[in-house]
């Protein structure tokens, strides 16, 4: 069976985005999460299907995926990619946007779900293939929690006080992780890996 990871970078407060929901990178305005320093290349060794195509064609990598082949986002985090021009960030992937709004996607390579989310990864974690990689927002990984089998944050030396948390939803329950990994670079991120206890 294959297992879902919730693989994504965090501040120190526990926030994957700005109160706006931008993109949070170094490079956008306003953003706060490294995308350069020592971490970068393990992180790309170790995960290059969780580059951007575009990024990935920008440093000529043609790495095969060696994790993932599946990628599942909200809404927003897909609108996040569609606002820099792609309808797909991952084309290396096979893509599911989940949405309450939006049902039909423009683009044959991205698959909408307005349908249950958690049934929906049960299905896909009952196919044959790599992992599953859920990549944003913090409300879909609220509903997804039941299925999330591993946690990977790269945790990002800035505290913003405010925005979207890593689990975003009304209820709160505790929730105990067993550290699997770790690794701290020298640019203040540290990658921790975390499964259910």
């Given at each position: 069976m294959r297992e879902l990871t919730y693989f994504i970078a965090?501040?120190?407060?526990?926030?994957?985005?700005?109160?706006?929901?931008?993109?949070?990178?170094?490079?956008?305005?306003?953003?706060?999460?490294?995308?350069?320093?020592?971490?970068?290349a393990p992180l790309i060794s170790a995960y290059p299907e969780t580059l951007p195509g575009a990024v990935r064609e920008l440093l000529g990598l043609d790495a095969p995926n060696t994790v993932f082949?599946?990628?599942?986002?909200?809404?927003?985090?897909?609108?996040?990619g569609k606002a820099l021009g792609s309808t797909n960030s991952y084309p290396r992937l096979?893509?599911?946007?989940?949405?309450?709004?939006?049902?039909?996607?423009?683009?044959?390579?991205?698959?909408?779900?307005?349908?249950?989310?958690?049934?929906?990864?049960?299905?896909?974690?009952?196919?044959?293939?790599?992992?599953?990689?859920?990549?944003?927002?913090?409300?879909?990984?609220?509903?997804?929690?039941?299925?999330?089998d591993r946690l990977v944050i790269k945790v990002n030396?800035?505290?913003?006080?405010?925005?979207?948390?890593?689990?975003?939803?009304?209820?709160?329950a505790v929730r105990r992780l067993e550290l699997t990994d770790h690794q701290v670079y020298q640019s203040g991120v540290a990658v921790l890996t975390y499964r259910k206890a």
């Open positions: 965090a501040t120190l407060d526990g926030y994957i985005a700005d109160p706006s929901g931008g993109d949070p990178t170094d490079v956008s305005p306003g953003g706060f999460f490294l995308s350069q320093g020592d971490h970068s082949d599946t990628v599942l986002m909200g809404r927003k985090s897909w609108e996040l096979r893509n599911y946007v989940f949405s309450r709004t939006l049902t039909e996607s423009t683009d044959p390579t991205v698959e909408f779900v307005s349908t249950d989310p958690v049934a929906k990864v049960r299905e896909l974690k009952q196919e044959d293939g790599l992992g599953i990689w859920l990549c944003g927002g913090g409300g879909l990984a609220e509903t997804l929690w039941p299925e999330i030396p800035v505290v913003i006080g405010a925005g979207i948390k890593l689990f975003d939803g009304a209820d709160f």
